[in-house]
């Protein structure tokens, strides 16, 4: 006679542990993601010093605050995403807005 159809339970499976690195060999990646790091670092802070002169010539040149400049750079500021498009139905809105802001 068989017995219930229950499904025996399994072991789970013995993952193979990968051979451990030796002190010195962790020490030797450590240095070299330090490195890694430390150059990225600079690339960016380069970049950034490049951008902030030119922004400044901008300003300059414009006669406007470097603010403005970075405000127009920067593609996820609130200022660009709060316009709206320039459509005769926009300007019918903001029309009434003013007319109804004023009145109170």
Do not use: C, W
Request: aromatic fraction near 6%.
């Amino acid at each position: 006679m068989v017995g219930p159809a229950i499904p025996r339970p399994q072991l789970p499976y013995e993952r193979r542990k990968p051979p451990t690195l030796s002190t010195e060999a962790r020490k030797a990646n450590a240095e070299k993601a330090t490195q890694k790091e430390a150059v990225l670092h600079d690339d960016v802070g380069q970049l950034l010093a490049s951008v902030n002169k030119r922004i400044k010539e901008l300003s300059e040149k414009h006669s406007k605050k470097e603010e403005y400049f970075r405000m127009r750079l920067y593609l996820t500021s609130k200022a660009e995403k709060q316009t709206r498009k320039e459509s005769t139905y926009n300007a019918f809105l903001h029309h009434v807005a003013e007319k109804e802001n004023t009145s109170m």
